[in-house]
């Protein structure tokens, strides 16, 4: 188990080169959760009309996060078993995890979508890069600088293809901050996630206490507001793909894939999450890509394809 003393910089990246991956490790995990994070928007976009967006994202982390919580035992337990140091990481990754959505959400209002997204994830990659060399962890390398940042490039063309094509975006500053601060939250209890499972405790536990206290965190958004659409058959679904499927099941692989895989090279590649909301909305919602999106496609496969590929 890696040393604990308090010496150890708060944001070290999970060294991926010490540890020995298994049947589910690295890419694979990080790259399924992504796929069912693509399911979000669709899910979203059929929950009740006057649902709040804010409101619908964290029913879906109080969900998840409980489920998280209260299925594994080592999520539990966690906050009385780690040092005093990582009980404060475990707090830190939390607010991060409840400021997602509070940010997130009001972002897509004022921005659209569209630019929200690309924002919020594409930005997310750096802040997790800088945030992990400037708290003592290596240096960004050339390979993960050329994939991020082509990964980056494929994500803008592929989300703003109709916005380039000749329809106007809707983006005003505040929402733009508002989503960069999403992009911050992802990098920081990505990063906190990685870091307390290099210590060697359980990548479920982690997710499970981080996202547990979350959802506590996040229940006064439910409750100030109008929940009366969650307890609709439309809302409930929508609630329950949510926690369920985009929460509980995703950030179990998530953490598993942290356990094999830095937070740097984990948030790029959840980059393919807009990847297959597209999809998504080409096939089930009949909407059409223009060929911007579709060479943005290509370029963020291209640039997963470099970041997953082991050298030799």
Request: charged share 10%; net charge positive.
């Amino acid at each position: 188990m890696p040393n604990r003393t308090s010496s150890t910089p708060a944001f070290t990246p999970t060294p991926a080169a010490n540890r020995r991956p298994g049947t589910l490790a690295g890419p694979l995990p990080l790259l399924a959760a992504a796929v069912l994070w693509g399911t979000t928007g669709t899910t979203g976009s059929l929950a009740p009309a006057g649902a709040p967006a804010a409101a619908v994202g964290c029913a879906g982390l109080a969900l998840g996060g409980l489920l998280l919580l209260l299925s594994d035992r080592s999520a539990r337990s966690l906050p009385r078993t780690c040092t005093p140091r990582e009980r404060r990481l475990l707090v830190l990754g939390a607010l991060a995890v409840a400021g997602y959505p509070v940010t997130f959400y009001p972002a897509v209002a004022r921005t659209g979508v569209a630019v929200a997204t690309v924002i919020a994830l594409g930005s997310a990659p750096v802040f997790t890069g800088l945030l992990a060399w400037l708290t003592g962890g290596p240096r960004p390398t050339a390979r993960w600088a050329c994939a991020t940042s082509t990964a980056v490039l494929g994500c803008t063309l592929l989300v703003l293809g109709p916005q380039l094509g000749g329809a106007g975006a809707t983006m005003d500053l505040p929402g733009v901050l508002l989503a960069a601060l999403a992009g911050l939250s992802y990098a920081v209890y990505s990063l906190v996630g990685g870091r307390l499972i290099a210590h060697g405790h359980p990548s479920a536990g982690v997710m499970g206490a981080m996202f547990g206290a979350a959802a506590v965190l996040v229940l006064p958004v439910l409750l100030v507001g109008d929940a009366h659409w969650a307890v609709t058959p439309r809302g409930a679904l929508v609630v329950l793909h949510l926690g369920v499927v985009t929460t509980f099941l995703a950030y179990r692989l998530f953490g598993r894939g942290l356990r094999h895989t830095s937070a740097q090279t984990a948030t790029t590649l959840t980059l393919a999450e807009p990847a297959v909301a597209a999809v998504l909305g080409v096939t089930p919602l009949g909407e059409r890509l223009p060929a911007a999106s579709w060479t943005g496609l290509a370029v963020l496969t291209l640039a997963l394809a470099l970041l997953t590929t082991r050298r030799r």
